[in-house]
């Protein structure tokens, strides 16, 4: 008689309680899937149905249970938020999957198709699917509501120069729309020597000034105002406002450094020219390539000022030029010979030799001896025929002062033909002071010249300044974004300007030069009209020669160009141009 095992180790066989179908038996619930699924719902409980709240003013989604979180359709951070709405019946079963289901973008709803888990009976685990529908509640943030009410900040950024051009806010407007500082930010306001910028938030406005003490070398003062408290609870709401002050010296500006300070700054001459301005101001003597760095707080412990800016800058004519060996960096040192391009001016300042007299040559030594060719024109400080009221200035040796300090090439012949530029910039759109009237048509460059009169021609002139200074300063247009021109508006613009040039030199210009802007900016026709306007009168300031004439202008061939004239690269331009609109509700135009 053969030994037969127990039936316990053989897999058995039960039938199914409710429909009879044949299961294993160790289904201890005794019921097949579907029987089991019709008695028991795992997803009892849970809400197929809930509501999630969404801002139309800054596009936010409400993270409950009070925080409003920027989140793309159909993105982790949407499915986030989502999913907290029904976090806490979530927490009994436990969750598989989530995605998103397809709805119309009109129809203001949002499904989920969730997944979940949980077990029933003794060794008994159900999975079950179902879908989730999100009505989108549309209202308002409470930033937003705030914002909607005029002045009702809680923090503002004043930012001040005391300087007579507005290149520098200019230059900053770029640098903030790169970095994209101006996000949080609820208006901009121009006022008389700067701007001020408004939050709703304190953080936001000390993140602001972190940044400005960045980019440029400032000094930060903060004060406080109480606006009401509560006595019962202790506190108390304030508003925020912090001064910035930037540093007073720009590019290009004439430097005379007070005798103590330049011996414990590497014993550099006193006498130096601002080669750059970044989070500290870079000081270059070019007569020996002596280079000094100023941070900010070394210079607001013995703070100075220019002695002469770009306004006060004179074309020069280069006669002869011959390096002398040293270099530093894109700086040669070279003697050069040079002459007023322009056949004006006082009396004789010049030597007992007769040099440097009344439109006579001056010698000069120059840091400009890697770029600068005979027949160059070259902007640069007269010293012979200015005075100065600095104390440090007259402390120097009058035999130590050179008669001419250059600065930096410039191209006369092709600032005076109207060529459109192939690049262009963001700005950034504002309220007006508050003193502009209500319906006022001035207008300015992003965050400048809404003022109007004076100050909107002033800005239009630092404006076509700004613009050279970016064209020929490649390691300044790495630091902010250029966008491409359409080259059909290019044309227009420069055809415009072109007209506005012809029909206003004799008004613009006592010489009769009418040299065109060549500038690419705003969008309305009369924008190339006034940046031609500020062209002839930034020529002309500079001193341009007299002898040219409107007609000779169109007629002159292209051989008359400069052949090293700053070319842009296209591949150093950007797509996708789209203005920028910060708090413009007073119903002008971004330009």
């Not at 008695?39 to 800054?58: H, L, Q």
């Not at 409950?64 to 359709?73: C, K, S, V």
């Not at 436990?94 to 969730?114: C, Y």
């Not at 051989?559 to 842009?568: A, L």
Request: charged residues 25%.
């Amino acid at each position: 008689m053969e030994y037969e095992p127990d039936a316990a180790g053989r897999e058995s066989y039960i039938l199914c309680a409710d429909c009879g179908t044949v299961i294993s038996s160790a289904n201890g619930a005794g019921l097949c899937v579907g029987c089991l699924r019709n008695s028991v719902d795992i997803t009892d409980g849970i809400p197929k149905e809930a509501s999630i709240n969404f801002c139309r003013g800054c596009e936010r989604f409400l993270s409950p249970p009070q925080t409003w979180t920027a989140a793309q359709p159909e993105s982790r951070e949407l499915l986030a938020i989502c999913l907290k709405k029904i976090a806490r019946p979530l927490m009994k079963v436990r969750l598989i999957d989530a995605s998103f289901v397809w709805t119309e973008p009109h129809s203001r709803r949002i499904k989920l198709k969730i997944t979940v888990q949980k077990e029933v009976l003794a060794n008994t685990v159900l999975q079950q699917t179902f879908v989730l529908t999100l009505v989108v509640q549309t209202g308002q943030c409470p930033q937003c509501t705030r914002l909607a009410a005029k002045n009702t900040w809680k923090a503002s950024v004043q930012v001040r120069q005391k300087v007579t051009h507005k290149r520098t806010f200019l230059f900053l407007e770029q640098i903030i729309l790169k970095h994209n500082a101006h996000k949080d930010t609820i208006s901009i306001t121009e006022k008389r020597d700067g701007l001020d910028f408004f939050y709703t938030e304190r953080n936001m406005a000390i993140k602001m000034v972190e940044f400005l003490a960045s980019v440029v070398p400032v000094r930060t003062k903060g004060s406080e105002q109480l606006i009401s408290s509560d006595t019962h609870n202790g506190t108390s709401n304030y508003k925020f406002t912090y001064s910035v002050e930037i540093v007073p010296i720009c590019k290009d500006d004439l430097v005379c450094i007070p005798r103590p300070l330049a011996k414990s700054w590497g014993n550099i001459s006193p006498l130096t020219i601002c080669s750059r301005v970044g989070n500290s101001i870079h000081l270059l003597d070019p007569v020996t390539l002596q280079q000094t760095d100023v941070t900010s707080p070394v210079y607001w412990r013995a703070p100075f000022e220019s002695l002469a800016t770009v306004s006060d800058l004179v074309e020069f004519v280069v006669l002869d030029i011959e390096p002398v060996g040293a270099a530093r960096g894109r700086h040669v040192l070279a003697d050069a010979q040079v002459t007023r391009a322009s056949g004006t001016g006082g009396g004789g300042g010049g030597d007992d030799e007769g040099m440097g007299g009344s439109d006579g040559i001056f010698h000069a030594r120059t840091h400009l001896g890697a770029i600068l060719q005979p027949g160059d024109t070259v902007l640069g400080y007269d010293l012979t025929r200015t005075n100065f009221n600095n104390d440090a200035f007259d402390q120097l040796d009058a035999d130590r002062i050179p008669h001419v300090v250059l600065v930096k090439k410039t191209y006369p012949n092709r600032r005076r033909k109207a060529r459109p530029r192939n690049w262009k910039l963001k700005s950034i759109a504002k309220e007006a002071d508050d003193g502009m009237a209500e319906g006022s048509a001035a207008v300015g460059r992003g965050a400048l010249g809404r003022r109007g009169g004076l100050d909107q021609k002033n800005v239009e002139r630092d404006y076509e300044l700004f613009l050279r200074d970016l064209e020929e300063d490649k390691e300044m247009r790495a630091a902010i974004n250029l966008y491409r021109a359409d080259q059909e508006a290019a044309a227009a613009a420069a055809s415009a300007a072109a007209a506005a040039a012809g029909a206003d030199s004799d008004v613009a210009m006592g010489s009769g030069a009418a040299p065109g802007s060549g500038t690419r900016g705003g969008k309305r026709r009369t924008g190339a009209a006034r940046q031609a306007e500020a062209a002839m009168e930034l020529d002309g300031d500079v001193g341009m020669a007299p002898d040219v004439d409107a007609g000779a202008e169109a007629d002159a061939s292209d051989d008359d160009d400069d052949e090293d004239f700053p070319e842009i690269d296209m591949d150093e331009l950007l797509e996708h141009f789209e203005d920028m609109d910060v708090g413009a509700d007073d119903g002008s135009e971004v330009v």
